[in-house]
T-cell receptor, first 108, second 114 residues
Framework: EDKVVQSPLSLVVHEGDTVTLNCSYEVTNFRSLLWYKQEKKAPTFLFMLTSSGIEKKSGRLSSILDKKELFSILNITATQTGDSAIYLC????????FGAGTILRVKS | ETGVTQSPTHLIKTRGQQVTLRCSSQSGHNTVSWYQQALGQGPQFIFQYYREEENGRGNFPPRFSGLQFPNYSSELNVNALELDDSALYLC?????????????FGPGTRLTVT
């Protein structure tokens, strides 16, 4: 059965810290891995990764995929209180499977 | 905002009742997916519609059904509601057939079954 596991489940950091969120997966017929940020209700799209080793970057956020080891990381540098949210990883195989998410809280 | 809208925002139903949730996709998007997100969990894929046809289904019983209309808006119907159906129901629209690509989520409908 397809599976996506995110870690840690939650973490609390101070403004300015750098955080790394992890996503490992087991999925049949891998097509892509996606990261979303969920603040109140609607998850908002961050990145889609399809190729190993190519870093995607958007401002203070970056992500990379390792298709050999079956994981991805999402980095956030110089965290701000506005980064507080649930970060969801999803993997598209025969269907789209989400992890349970990582709850990030950034304290001022 | 993504341009995807859902109605209603909140809903309270009694066990055994039926419910219809609605979703209007982003302009130009022909694919709509529905997800159930229970508290503390990630969204679980229910099904996807592409050009009015079901295109993939997750592990949900047949009492979860859907429709997509010619304007690509969509409905999720749930019959014989159970307490465990209480969740946030999200729809997402995309241009890509399949389930990934850049999906744009609506704000969700919070369903409470008592």
């Amino acid at each position: 059965e397809d599976k996506v596991v995110q870690s840690p489940l939650s973490l609390v950091v101070h403004e300015g810290d750098t955080v790394t969120l992890n996503c490992s997966y087991e999925v049949t017929n891998f097509r892509s891995l996606l990261w979303y940020k969920q603040e109140k209700k609607a998850p908002t799209f961050l990145f889609m990764l399809t190729s190993s080793g190519i870093e995607k970057k958007s401002g203070r956020l970056s992500s990379i995929l390792d298709k050999k080891e079956l994981f991805s990381i999402l980095n956030i540098t110089a965290t701000q209180t506005g980064d507080s949210a649930i970060y969801l990883c999803a993997v598209e195989g025969n269907k789209l499977v989400f992890g349970a998410g990582t709850i990030l809280r950034v304290k001022s | 905002e993504t341009g995807v809208t859902q109605s209603p925002t909140h809903l309270i139903k009694t066990r055994g009742q039926q419910v219809t949730l609605r979703c209007s996709s982003q302009s130009g998007h022909n694919t709509v997916s529905w997800y159930q997100q229970a508290l503390g969990q990630g969204p679980q894929f229910i099904f996807q519609y592409y050009r009015e046809e079901e295109n993939g289904r997750g592990n949900f019983p047949p009492r979860f059904s859907g429709l997509q209309f010619p304007n690509y808006s969509s409905e999720l119907n749930v019959n014989a509601l159970e307490l465990d159906d209480s969740a946030l129901y999200l729809c997402a629209s995309s241009l890509a057939l399949g389930q990934g690509g850049e999906q744009y989520f609506g704000p969700g409908t919070r369903l409470t079954v008592t």
